[in-house]
Nanobody, 122 residues
Framework: EVQLVESGGGLVQPGGSLRLSCAASGFTFSSYAMSWVRQAPGKGLEWVSAINSGGGSTSYADSVKGRFTISRDNAKNTLYLQMNSLKPEDTAVYYC???????????????WGQGTLVTVSS
């Protein structure tokens, strides 16, 4: 069974940092691109970042560029999102998602985790 389990969310003050993790199982993790997508309270889904299967290529939404870093450890079957300089508008449920392909160009996200809540507030 393909499974994605996010962790690392919580309450953080503005300007703070958090690192999210996504543990993958049930598929060959190193063969697929991965993404992070978020949903703020009362709003729609917003794509945040993507990384290709080998980890050598990444992409970011303008809203997080320069503050967030996506990475992966294919030996540990784990995806990460390092979030720095957090703002209240970053408050959302963060989901990791598996792409159908090794590159993220098409953005066909076919499997999603259950999400982890990040709250940025003083």
């Amino acid at each position: 069974e393909v499974q994605l389990v996010e962790s690392g969310g919580g309450l953080v003050q503005p300007g703070g940092s958090l690192r999210l993790s996504c543990a993958a199982s049930g598929f060959t993790f190193s063969s697929y691109a991965m993404s992070w997508v978020r949903q703020a309270p009362g709003k729609g889904l917003e794509w945040v970042s993507a990384i290709n299967s080998g980890g050598g290529s990444t992409s970011y939404a303008d809203s997080v560029k320069g503050r967030f870093t996506i990475s992966r450890d294919n030996a540990k079957n784990t995806l990460y999102l390092q979030m720095n300089s957090l703002k209240p508008e970053d408050t959302a449920v963060y989901y990791c998602a598996k792409d159908r392909y090794s590159d993220y160009d098409v953005g066909y996200l076919e499997v999603w985790g259950q999400g982890t809540l990040v709250t940025v507030s003083s």
